[in-house]
């Protein structure tokens, strides 16, 4: 099984700050990871899919990056709403089975 | 809309049985691959099983294999999971996904792009 480990576990910053959140892959994954945002109370949210592409109706200021076991989400000016748990995501391919990270929580400082 | 129902949670006794629903809207059905995906409480998400557009493959975590099984009904737009000797383990919110891709086990990319709001699973005596 392919595990995804995420850090920082928690990340206290402010409004207006950049941001880097990491995923690193026990083995290598291609391109296939995701992102997803999730708000106390409400359902995950896709952000960012194959590494790189942004989902539909997802702000510009929402980046993803890497490839093989090392992946980056990037937010490159948090809003309020921003403040959140990310989770990576990726799909192996045998046998097909998915796993997810154990989550960056990003908290307004 | 587009949207994603779940119903069928309940709170049931170690060993016993219950089977979630997922009512799909908004989107053509059955062109694509099908998730349920679970939270235990003040935990992260954990991929429980995922079916292809045409039900013709389907897999599950090693946590449940041989217990839950996953199904579709196309013509209803429906998601189902049965889940059978429920374990304490079990107890989670499990939501419904839609894949953005037709297949669950194929090569390449593959993402959840919507989800629903979930139905609750607690398993306890």
């Known amino acids: 099984e392919i595990v995804l480990t995420q850090s920082p576990a928690t990340l206290s910053l402010s409004p207006g700050e950049r941001t880097t959140l990491s995923c690193r892959a026990s083995q290598s994954v291609s391109s296939y990871l995701a992102w997803y945002q999730q708000k106390p109370g409400q359902a995950p949210r896709l952000l960012i899919y194959d590494a790189s592409n942004r989902a539909t109706g997802i702000p510009a200021r929402f980046s993803g990056s890497g490839s093989g076991t090392d992946f980056t989400l990037t937010i490159s000016s948090l809003e309020p709403e921003d403040f959140a748990v990310y989770y990576c995501?990726?799909?192996?391919?045998?046998?097909?089975?998915?796993?997810f990270g154990q989550g960056t929580k990003l908290e307004i400082k | 809309e587009v949207q994603l129902v779940e119903s069928g949670g309940d709170l049931v006794q170690p060993g016993r049985s219950l089977r979630l629903s997922c009512a799909a809207s908004g989107f053509t059905f059955d062109e694509h691959a099908m998730h349920w995906v679970r939270q235990a409480p003040g935990r992260g998400l954990e991929w429980v099983s995922g079916?292809?557009?045409?039900?013709?493959?389907?897999g599950y975590a090693d946590s449940v294999k041989g217990r839950f099984t996953i199904s579709r009904d196309n013509a209803k737009n429906s998601l189902y999971l049965q889940l059978n000797s429920l374990r304490a383990a079990d107890t989670a919110l499990y939501y419904c996904a839609k894949d953005i891709t037709h297949y669950y086990d194929s090569s390449g990319y593959s993402a959840f792009d919507m989800w629903g709001q979930g139905t609750m699973v607690t398993v306890s005596s």
């Open positions: 079916i292809n557009w045409n039900s013709g493959s389907r």
């Open positions: 995501q990726q799909r192996s391919n045998w046998p097909p089975e998915y796993t």
